[in-house]
């Protein structure tokens, strides 16, 4: 099982989960704002989910890298598409402020 820190919470999960499952199963959005609302439901299309990850999580998918490399979003800012990432490792995370969480 690998520990997942967010919000001041621990969850645990297995290895592979989907991140972004995992955090609403925990009742932890990944989302800002009205984004709680207004979001792709994990397609990896509007970028309302991104994280800033420390851990180990799958390489970046082609979708989230789409989606990644357009604003309000830049690539080289390191963020991640929840929806986008498989667990495969403990992980600290933290949520940025605005509706997709770039700022």
Do not use: Y
């Not at 830049?74 to 933290?94: F, T, Y």
């Amino acid at each position: 099982m690998h520990k997942i820190k967010f919000k001041g919470k621990i969850i645990e999960c297995k290895k592979g989960d989907n991140l972004r499952k995992i955090l609403r199963k925990a009742n932890l959005n990944p989302h800002n704002g009205d984004a709680k609302w207004l979001n792709c439901k994990g397609f990896g299309t509007c970028g309302t989910c991104a994280l800033e990850i420390k851990g180990e999580v799958s390489p970046i998918t082609k979708v989230e890298k789409w989606r990644l490399n357009f604003p309000p979003h830049q690539l080289e800012n390191g963020l991640r598409l929840a929806c986008q990432c498989q667990v495969l490792g403990d992980l600290e995370l933290e949520k940025h402020e605005g509706f997709w969480g770039e700022k």
